[in-house]
């Protein structure tokens, strides 16, 4: 091969990684939560194509709720799961629907949909 090739060739890898990265692994977003006068931190994540904010930091021994919205039909998102919590929710499209827990140890914590294809992270400090 010739050098150029050689480029062309290594440009195309890069390209195809950074695409990967892009799509299924970079952060869509870090969101810290802190509570209202109510004492609960309340935080809405969107649902399409993944979670967003997919890192969401909150305190400990503080109730939680979550607002997720599913904006997609695809059927991937359809529940998501808090395996380290027992819960899951059916989310269907287009409906707020609220996933409420009290996290009482500080840990990282990952949700996900019911295949793992959608990931995202609950920072617990
Ligand atoms: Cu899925």
Redesign the pocket.
């Known amino acids: 091969m010739t050098p150029i090739q050689i480029a062309v060739t290594l440009g195309g890898i890069a390209l195809s990684v950074f695409i990967a990265w892009f799509f299924w692994l970079a952060p869509k977003g870090q969101t810290r939560v802190s509570a209202g006068v109510s004492g609960v931190q309340e935080v809405a994540i969107t649902v399409k194509g993944g979670y967003t904010p997919d890192i969401i930091v909150v305190k400990a021994g503080q109730p939680l709720r979550m607002r997720f919205t599913r904006q997609e039909s695809a059927?991937?998102?359809?529940t998501v799961l808090f395996p380290d919590f027992n819960k899951s929710a059916k989310l269907p499209e287009g409906e707020e629907v609220l996933v409420e827990f009290t996290p009482e140890k500080a840990g990282e914590y990952g949700f996900?949909?019911?295949?793992?294809?959608?990931r995202g992270k609950l920072i617990v400090e």
């Open positions: 059927g991937c998102s359809e996900q949909c019911q295949m793992g294809m959608l």
